[in-house]
């Protein structure tokens, strides 16, 4: 063993990151290493990065509401100043379509009422004041261009939306996870790139380190996986999978860059659309663009991939996504060209989150997140140190859940709830929605 960190945090993710950091502030030397040359080259770059406060438990709506607050004071949380300069949270809002599919809104309005967040219910008049070119038809159910019904209302107008003023997008989320790595980098954690883990030592029934793709051993009592789409790959190395009920593998998706409707600027003047009718969201993108991705109909294959041997060019799902879209925003243009990103979700069996120890003591994971939890990164970074401090300190989390307290929010998540051992959620959308 030529080093010795108290801590090797697998991956520098957004998430990633963000654990560095909270375990570094916790006083623990910590070292995380990505196989990619820089912080959040991995499925972090390729993020939509919207930050919207609904989901369908309470608890993954708790967490998301609670990370608005994080995003919104980015540079009093991380401490420092990144000289790349600091991602900016745009506070647009979140509107959200008021469908059949989506029961409408009534549960989610439900849940948000329970942990006290704020929401206004427009009429569609209202939502066309803000955006002049949505038609409130509806098209359920989603589906394909070929559909010969594809384009066709069913007959029912669409009642409404509701606006959600806590939410919105990170401007780059690249960048944020770069702002992570300098805050964490102030406070003593190492990153190591172009490095990859390639086996997980034991010793004595628990976890004893790391080998690196160099050949060095790391010596280390607390190994973190938060290795994004390769999660898997990581837990099987370490012998761990088996023990959990929930498991993770990798999709694949398309996200579709596409020019405002004409005489509109959708950079400035739009918001995050959500539309469970159609299945499409969208939201602003530099340029005057509007970013278009998918809420996982039915109707699509879901393309569950190798993370190291996958597509990385669109495919017919960009004018699939693009299309749906303009059935609700009908000036919208398609453009011949493709723009956008291909990137991999790192999806759980219910779509939640693992936030957990594991079988072997001292290897813990953050993984599983689903294409949804970017917004959450700062909070689970410091959910995932008190978790591991507790687990350390002898608490036997299994038995006796860790319970941690979102103080913007004033209310306490039982991590119990993102448990490696949980049966799958019945409540989840088993979607991005999460
Ligand atoms: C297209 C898309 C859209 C999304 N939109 C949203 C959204 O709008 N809102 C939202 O909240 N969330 C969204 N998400 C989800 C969010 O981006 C992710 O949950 C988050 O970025 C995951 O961060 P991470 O640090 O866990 O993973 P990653 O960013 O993937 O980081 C994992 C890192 O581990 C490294 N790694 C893997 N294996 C090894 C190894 N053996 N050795 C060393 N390093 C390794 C990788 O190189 C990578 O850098 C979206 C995701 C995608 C792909």
Same mark, same amino acid.
């Given at each position: ?73 980015? $540079?009093?949380? /991380?401490? *420092? !100043?990144? =000289?790349?300069?600091? #991602? ?7 509107? %959200? ?79 944020? $996870?770069?702002? /992570?790595? *300098? !805050?964490? =980098?102030?406070?003593? #954690? ?7 883990? %390639? ?79 159609? $299945? ?155």
């Amino acid at each position: 063993m030529t080093k010795s960190y108290d801590v090797v945090v697998i991956g520098a993710g957004v998430i990633g990151a963000a654990t560095a950091l909270a375990l570094a502030r916790d006083d623990r030397r910590v070292l995380c290493v990505d196989k990619l040359p820089a912080a959040g080259y991995g499925s972090t770059s390729g993020s939509c990065a919207i930050i919207r406060p609904f989901y369908s438990t309470v608890d993954g709506s708790a967490l998301a509401y609670e990370g608005h607050f994080y995003w919104k004071e980015w $540079a009093e949380f /991380l401490g *420092v !100043a990144d =000289e790349r300069g600091m #991602a900016r949270y745009v506070n647009c809002g979140n509107l %959200v379509v008021k469908c059949a599919r989506n029961k409408y809104l009534e549960p989610v309005l439900k849940v948000l009422r329970e942990i006290g967040c704020p929401y206004r219910e427009l009429t569609p008049a209202e939502v066309k004041k803000r955006l002049p070119f949505v038609v409130m038809d509806s098209f359920d159910p989603p589906r394909r261009p070929e559909d010969p019904l594809f384009g066709h209302s069913n007959g029912e107008a669409l009642p409404g939306a509701v606006l959600f003023p806590t939410g919105g997008y990170v401007t780059d989320p690249q960048l944020a $996870a770069h702002n /992570l790595q *300098v !805050a964490a =980098e102030a406070v003593g #954690a190492i990153f190591r790139f172009n490095t990859a883990i %390639v086996d997980i030592l034991k010793k004595a029934g628990r976890v004893d380190g790391v080998v690196l793709s160099s050949g060095e051993r790391i010596a280390a009592p607390v190994v973190v996986n938060v290795a994004g789409p390769h999660s898997f790959k990581i837990n099987r190395m370490a012998g761990v999978e088996e023990g959990m009920r929930i498991k993770t593998r990798a999709l694949r998706h398309e996200v579709a860059h596409v020019p405002s409707p004409a005489g509109f600027d959708y950079e400035h003047d739009g918001i995050h659309f959500s539309d469970q009718d159609t $299945a499409i969201y969208c939201r602003p993108e530099i340029g005057n663009h509007i970013l278009i991705g998918s809420e996982d109909p039915e109707c699509d294959t879901r393309e569950w991939v190798d993370p190291d041997d996958f597509n990385r060019e669109f495919t017919e799902q960009w004018r699939v996504q693009v299309m749906r879209l303009a059935q609700r925003f009908q000036t919208l243009p398609i453009p011949s060209k493709m723009k956008g990103i291909v990137e991999l979700y790192d999806v759980s069996d219910d779509w939640i989150p693992i936030y957990d120890k594991s079988d072997l003591p001292g290897f813990y994971m953050a993984v599983g997140t689903s294409g949804n939890q970017f917004k959450n990164a700062p909070v689970v970074g410091e959910m995932m140190a008190k978790l591991i401090g507790a687990c350390e300190g002898g608490q036997d989390h299994d038995r006796d859940p860790v319970s941690f307290h979102l103080r913007h929010i004033d209310r306490q998540v039982n991590l119990g709830f993102y448990s490696r051992r949980r049966s799958p959620d019945t409540r989840s959308s088993f979607s991005v929605l999460g």
